[in-house]
């Protein structure tokens, strides 16, 4: 898995170490009952083959065991699920509207500032820039914060899924669905739509630019600035 930026993805990490560790003694297990019986019960050790039917405790404990397993990896996994579902108290919501084949962010708690994401072709890629994970305009986020996201779709399903933040939500159309992240360092955190939508399903990256406070408090100042003109330029150029 990719690195961990994020508390979700400890999480994630963790839980897959345990359920890991569970399967690699249960195989270890089963390797070894089967080397017993191929060893201990074969035709040749074995003229006579046993006519026993049942053993008991032998069928209690096959039915027990597993189900105790399972016990152990349920109830990570259900705190896990209920840890990723929201946060309370956030410190700031973003809005995530899929389109074939884009992203909008808007953020409802700065004056509605919304954006579009696009990925950036081949032929418009700058030196660095990765390709089709490239985009033209990044969700910008400040680090150390707790960010609500609310996806949604305009169109068909698509997917939110950021795998170094642990985070993927189902885009849906008519429905709003809630999960939440948080960057535990500046970057940029790349992820894509990873679920198939259409013909330029590949083309739906995303790219996500984790700040200072004071850096992104300065990004909106400069966003609300940018949408105070653009009304007054569509009304000179009338």
């Not at 009952?33 to 405790?57: C, E, G, Y």
């Not at 984790?210 to 408090?217: C, Y």
Request: aromatic fraction near 8%.
């Amino acid at each position: 898995m990719q690195r961990s930026f994020s508390p979700i993805k400890d999480r994630i990490i963790n839980l897959h170490d345990l359920v890991l560790v569970i399967i690699t003694l249960i195989t270890i297990l089963v390797g070894v009952l089967l080397v017993i019986v191929m060893t201990r019960f074969n035709a040749r050790k074995n003229p006579v083959p046993s006519q026993t039917t049942h053993h008991t405790l032998l069928e209690v404990a096959w039915t027990v065991l597993p189900v105790l397993v399972l016990v152990i990896i349920a109830i990570p996994s259900f705190r896990l699920i209920y840890y990723e579902d929201r946060t309370a108290d956030p410190d700031l919501t973003v809005q995530v509207t899929a389109h074939q084949w884009y992203w909008e962010y808007s953020y409802p708690d700065k004056g509605n500032i919304d954006i579009e994401s696009r990925y950036i072709t081949d032929e418009d890629l700058k030196p660095g820039q990765l390709r089709l994970l490239a985009v033209d305009n990044q969700m910008i986020i400040p680090v150390g914060k707790r960010i609500r996201i609310l996806t949604a779709s305009t169109d068909v399903i698509h997917s939110f899924f950021v795998p170094s933040l642990g985070v993927q939500r189902y885009a849906i159309p008519g429905r709003t669905i809630e999960t939440w992240l948080e960057a535990d360092k500046e970057g940029t955190f790349y992820g894509e739509c990873n679920q198939i939508c259409g013909q330029n399903h590949s083309r739906m990256p995303i790219s996500i630019k984790a700040v200072s406070p004071a850096e992104f408090d300065a990004w909106v100042a400069q966003q609300k600035k940018a949408a105070s003109v653009q009304p007054l330029q569509r009304v000179a150029s009338k």
